[in-house]
């Protein structure tokens, strides 16, 4: 058994909690956050940064999302982490047009919890093992998985400004 099988591969741990599709996003950032420590608390200023560079979330306002994380961190305190990979990783949730939007708000949320390395974003070597494994439990190519990688990365190191900043469209990264 892998790591983090019992995140992304448990199908002993689930829950009758249903999630809309920007929880369940919004989840998959939660879990990557989470996944090497479980019981760390949850990073929420973190979480809404990232959550808010993802167009899927412009129509959320603030109490919106900080109301679904708090529905989301339920759900992983008291059910565990792959009972919330479980709710997510559902058609209904989290359909196909989906899951390169959910796979780079993980690339995101790695990159975010890793820091900067110099002046430059990258994916943490310790972030790494964890990205491939969602990649395949998402069902993403290598290719896509790189070239949403490498989206990201090249999003995220944009200079922010009110007049430049755009969210990441889930279109550029399918």
């Known amino acids: 058994m892998t790591k983090y099988e019992a995140i992304l591969n448990n199908s002993d741990e689930f829950t009758d909690v249903k999630l809309t599709p920007t929880e369940g996003i919004a989840s998959i950032a939660l879990i990557t956050m989470l996944a090497d420590r479980p019981d760390a608390e ?104 790189a070239t949403i990688t490498a989206d990201v990365l090249a999003t995220l190191q944009e200079p922010p400004s009110e007049e430049t900043a755009e969210p990441i469209a889930n279109e550029a990264i399918e």
Not at 83 to 91: C, E, Q, S, T, Y
Not at 129 to 137: G, I, K, N, R, T
């Open 42 to 145: 949850i990073p929420v200023d973190r979480l809404l940064d990232i959550l808010s560079t993802f167009e899927l979330f412009d129509e959320s306002s603030e109490e919106d999302l900080l109301a679904s994380i708090d529905k989301l961190a339920e759900i992983a305190d008291k059910e565990g982490l792959g009972a919330l990979f479980n709710a997510a990783d559902d058609v209904e949730v989290i359909s196909d047009d989906l899951v390169p939007t959910a796979y780079a708000i993980a690339v995101a949320a790695s990159i975010t919890m890793g820091g900067a390395d110099g002046n430059s974003l990258t994916v943490p070597p310790m972030r790494k093992a964890f990205l491939q494994e969602l990649q395949v439990a998402l069902d993403v190519d290598s290719e896509e998985a």
